[in-house]
């Protein structure tokens, strides 16, 4: 299992509309997280991270608090990788247990 971790910075719905294709799209949910990467060379790269999930309200109790989520990660084309939450998944408050 991958998890992510990162500070809750914002909320927002996207507009849907029509692709460069012509097909629409609906509007779309997301969190933004701003995390922190290490990096091969012992720095820490600061990273905004924007990942789409089904409903916000699970999203702005926690805004400006460190998060962690379950994720998945894949990579479609070179030099390109997409982060999504896994299905089902919930943030969990950083330093906070659940039981």
């Given at each position: 299992?991958?998890?992510?971790?990162?500070?809750?910075?914002n909320?927002?719905?996207?507009?849907?509309?029509?692709?460069?294709?012509?097909?629409?799209?609906?509007?779309?949910?997301?969190?933004?997280?701003?995390?922190?990467?290490?990096?091969?060379?012992?720095?820490?790269?600061?990273?905004?991270?924007?990942?789409?999930?089904?409903?916000?309200?699970?999203?702005?109790?926690?805004?400006?608090?460190?998060?962690?989520?379950?994720?998945?990660?894949y990579?479609?084309?070179?030099?390109?990788?997409?982060?999504?939450?896994?299905?089902?998944?919930?943030?969990?408050?950083?330093?906070?247990?659940?039981?």
């Amino acid at each position: 299992m991958l998890q992510m971790t990162g500070k809750v910075v914002n909320t927002f719905t996207q507009e849907g509309g029509q692709d460069k294709d012509g097909k629409d799209y609906d509007a779309r949910h997301k969190v933004q997280l701003l995390g922190e990467f290490d990096l091969p060379n012992g720095d820490v790269k600061h990273d905004l991270v924007d990942l789409k999930v089904d409903n916000l309200s699970d999203w702005t109790p926690h805004k400006g608090k460190d998060v962690t989520i379950d994720i998945g990660v894949y990579a479609p084309s070179k030099g390109t990788v997409i982060y999504f939450i896994k299905k089902g998944s919930k943030p969990q408050v950083r330093g906070l247990t659940h039981g």
